[in-house]
């Protein structure tokens, strides 16, 4: 591991207000690393193909994560809690069920398609996380942030149907994460027509997981 003293003074982090400046310089390392990492995949990236595709040193990179798991950990966490409160408009100013499944479903439809490589890296971890037991936490953590905001959609898509949901919010996160998985998966490969497929898919299922007295 780079001790400080491979890292120039500009890059270390700097002692007033350190936590903050820390935390600043890793959020800036983790945009930075994103690209590659939706590129390349978990196995497939080290620290250094990391440094190598971005502005920083590998010496800067190691000084501020201890490896791979915990960069990409981090990386994948920062990206998936913007993720997680990129619904949180449409929830709040829906009038009406339809307003709300037509902005559900845009942004659904929009962030498959522009951020493809980084849902792939999710799924990727994900999957790599029931072998590598470091990754295991981070994982359920990220997952229980997921869920929790599919419940605010279905909660909220229910209240305004005058309904209420007839299944948990596990049950709900895995029928509409699966369906995304789905279309990830899908549209890495060809992406013709996918994401109005997963639009047709997620509006058929959606009033299905309500109950109407």
């Keep these: 591991m780079s001790s400080a003293a491979d890292v120039t003074p500009d890059e270390r982090p700097a002692r007033i207000s350190g936590i903050d400046k820390i935390e600043r310089r890793r959020i800036a390392l983790a945009e930075s690393a994103l690209k590659t990492l939706g590129e390349l995949g978990y196995a497939r990236t080290s620290l250094r193909e990391i440094a190598n595709n971005s502005e920083f040193t590998h010496g800067v990179v190691h000084y501020y994560f201890r490896d791979k798991i915990d960069l990409i950990s981090y990386c994948v966490r920062y990206y998936k809690t913007k993720c997680a409160q990129r619904y949180d408009e449409v929830v709040e100013t829906a009038t009406t069920a ?71 919010a596990a049950t709900a996160y895995a029928l509409v994460d699966g369906l995304f998985e789905q279309a990830v998966v899908g549209y890495a490969d060809d992406p013709a027509g996918v994401a109005e497929r997963l639009a047709g898919r997620v509006q058929h299922v959606l009033p299905k997981l309500i109950t109407v007295a």
Excluded: C, N
């Excluded at 439809?109 to 490589?117: A, H, I, K, M």
């Excluded at 997921?146 to 007839?166: C, D, F, Q, T």
């Design 98 to 168: 339809d307003e709300l499944g037509v902005g559900f479903l845009a942004k659904m439809t929009q962030t498959l398609v522009e951020e493809t490589p980084m849902h792939r890296l999710w799924y990727d971890l994900r999957a790599q996380s029931m072998f590598e037991e470091q990754l295991r936490a981070d994982v359920v953590a990220i997952d229980q942030l997921l869920e929790a905001m599919i419940w605010r959609i279905l909660s909220r898509y229910a209240e305004l149907v005058g309904g209420e949901p007839s299944v948990d």
